[in-house]
T-cell receptor
Framework: KAGVTQTPRYLIKTRGQQVTLSCSPISGHRSVSWYQQTPGQGLQFLFEYFSETQRNKGNFPGRFSGRQFSNSRSEMNVSTLELGDSALYLC????????????????FGAGSRLTVL | AQSVTQLGSHVSVSEGALVLLRCNYSSSVPPYLFWYVQYPNQGLQLLLKYTSAATLVKGINGFEAEFKKSETSFHLTKPSAHMSDAAEYFCAVSRNNNDMRFGAGTRLTVKP
């Protein structure tokens, strides 16, 4: 089955602009998580959506937002871009899970590399 | 709060040598632990996971990891390194799989 698809793969923006990144999870997966990866901070959790609801949120400013649609596809948006937002943004999808089910594994997309000039 | 610490940001081994990548976790409840690998310009690929079944977990590409509760460790090993193993490796922990936290990563270099 198809993997996690992220678009666009590469993009360049200037400071102050906004950007929207898209993620299509594996068919049947209802959980979508977003991570920011930078050389300095490593992999940082942004947020997680399940059935169109944000279930968890990391420590990022309100400029970072996301949403999930009824078909489980997810988008994240970054407004008023800053130079420090340059990063690889990774999306991961997972199956439904209950606490301690042990069944969920995150499958990652190839990422969207954002460069802010 | 849960977290992982990867000891050594860079590890270099010779082809055919043992690979040992260290990971220690901190979690207030029994954790789920994972190792992921990332090749250049790609996303993360799951190598293996620990979910409280067997303490020795075998993964793909000949990797395995042992969960040691007394040492709060989950080190990744491979008996014989191959050139294709050169990549960045991430240890991760989660309590309920909805909020996975990653270590800083260890870059593995394999010398011919």
């Amino acid at each position: 089955k198809a993997g996690v698809t992220q678009t666009p793969r590469y993009l360049i923006k200037t400071r102050g602009q906004q950007v929207t990144l898209s993620c299509s999870p594996i068919s049947g997966h209802r959980s979508v998580s977003w991570y920011q990866q930078t050389p300095g901070q490593g992999l940082q959790f942004l947020f997680e959506y399940f059935s169109e609801t944000q279930r968890n949120k990391g420590n990022f400013p309100g400029r970072f937002s996301g949403r999930q649609f009824s078909n489980s596809r997810s988008e994240m948006n970054v407004s008023t871009l800053e130079l420090g937002d340059s990063a690889l943004y990774l999306c991961a999808s997972g199956t439904d899970n209950t606490v301690y089910s042990g069944a969920n594994v995150l499958t990652f997309g190839a990422g969207s590399r954002l460069t802010v000039l | 709060a849960q977290s992982v610490t990867q000891l050594g940001s860079h590890v270099s081994v010779s082809e055919g040598a043992l690979v040992l990548l260290r990971c220690n976790y901190s979690s207030s409840v029994p954790p789920y632990l994972f190792w992921y690998v990332q090749y250049p310009n790609q996303g993360l690929q799951l190598l293996l996971k620990y979910t409280s079944a067997a303490t020795l977990v075998k993964g793909i590409n000949g990797f395995e990891a042992e969960f040691k509760k007394s040492e709060t460790s989950f080190h990744l090993t491979k008996p014989s390194a191959h050139m294709s193993d050169a990549a960045e490796y991430f240890c991760a922990v989660s309590r309920n799989n909805n909020d996975m936290r990653f270590g800083a990563g260890t870059r593995l270099t394999v010398k011919p």
